[in-house]
């Protein structure tokens, strides 16, 4: 009997002293939530198809505490990201913030939701496709039904954020970098996204289709580009189809794809009017295609914008457009000193710095999308008459030549980042080759994995 006291005592202190689960795969959430900084790593743990995280109620704050979610072993593959990680399912009032998600196919997607809030988060490096795939047969936004949308579809295994029949949403503060596309809107109404940055993706960074009286203002929306390719859904932002009402204004929106704004007009099977927006005081330099598309059929309003160093500017209302940034720039610092928002709010300076990459010739293409300058990178720019100049991007730090072959002469044996190196080639080799090494501060790669302060990094080019 005393032996059976004991163990009966020692199953209660021990079952007493079980944590419950934090998070876990399959979890729904109803209630308000208060997560301390940690990281949880689902992708051992889960392999089903469905969202990670279900949430759905009303006057709900789920302060993640700066965690991270990863749904993925092997972050240097984004085409194989599947599945949704926080899936957001009716109710009102919502609010998710300070969380980093990596690895997901989509990092929240949410339809029927009115009051949803995304702030201070962290949805970059979601599923992307190699820029070596045939776009053709990519199914982004706009080459499919999108009425017909479910967190399974196609679609949104390509967008960091997707919204369905949402309204009075707020996101701010949240990065939506290098995937395919950033945030997606479908039949969404009366939202406010402001203080985001959305680049570097290989598709859209925003697209409407169906939404009306949204706001966007002092966004980044720079460099979302697919490369040579013929796919015109790519660029900064596009309304695709009977969206009414929105302002979008005080954005930088500039290294983006063709077509990058405004489609209005008719399609073979439907059509697809833009009418009543306000484009205003956003920078368009040095978009490849044109900064905006505009044909005449909707009633839309572009004025006070700036185009400097685009192939073409605006079709059809030349004169909306700036033609000095200073202008332009004074204009947005007015905005930011008024507040001009509906809520009262810290507003960031968005628009590029002097020394920022500018020009259509920093539109580098690398693997999966543009090019983002925050990891070292040996480019090749020129090739001519024997000498092959490169150009070494990347954070601050030093470089140091440590070998290669099928050169007889090159500028510089090692220096500071950026750089010029201008190699002479031996004309009686077959196999040319160049090969760096590169230190300096800890950087995100290209995958979005932290690689430490002072770890010797490899830089080659093979011709």
Known sequence: MKR??????????????????????????????????????????????????????????????????????????????????????????????????????????????????????????????????????????????????????????????????CAKLVVSNTKMNNGQNGILLQECNQGLFYNNSIQYNAGLGIGLYQSNSNQFLFNQLDFNHHGEHLNTLHGGIKFLGECKGNRLAYNSITHSGADQLFYEGTTRRELRTNTSNLIEANDFAYAPNYGIIKTPEGTNQVTNNYFTGCQGEIVDDEESAFTDRVTQRNLVELAIQTQELSEAIQVNTVLLQENDPQGCQYIIMDGYG????????????????????????????????????????????????????VLQADSTASKKVVELEYIGPSFKDAFGRTVAKGEPVKLKWQE
């Open 4 to 165: 059976m006291f004991l163990f009966l005592i020692g199953c209660t202190f021990f079952f007493g002293c079980v944590k419950e689960k934090i998070l876990y795969p399959g979890m729904q959430i109803t209630a308000s939530k208060q997560i301390a900084k940690d990281t949880f790593l689902f992708a051992d743990t889960w392999s089903g198809a469905d969202p990670t995280l279900i949430i759905t109620g009303r006057d709900l704050i789920l302060d993640f505490g700066g965690s991270v979610i990863i749904g993925s072993k092997d972050l240097s593959k984004p085409e194989d990201f599947t599945r949704v990680a926080l899936y957001v399912k009716g109710g009102t009032n919502i609010t998710i913030k300070n969380l980093t998600i990596r690895g997901y196919a989509t990092a929240v997607f949410a339809e029927d939701v009115e009051g949803l809030r995304i702030e201070n988060c962290d949805f970059s490096y979601t599923r992307r496709l190699p820029l070596a795939d045939d776009v053709t047969k990519v199914k982004f936004p706009g080459t499919i039904d999108l009425t017909n949308t479910s967190w399974l579809d196609p679609i949104v295994k390509s967008a960091a954020v997707f919204l369905k029949n």
């Open 370 to 421: 543009p090019y983002n300058f925050d990891y070292p990178k040996l480019l090749l720019r020129k090739k001519e008459e024997g000498l092959y100049t490169f150009a070494i991007f990347g954070p601050p730090g030093n470089w140091e030549a440590k070998g290669g072959e099928g050169f007889k002469r090159m500028s510089l044996k090692r220096g500071a980042i950026p750089a010029t190196l």
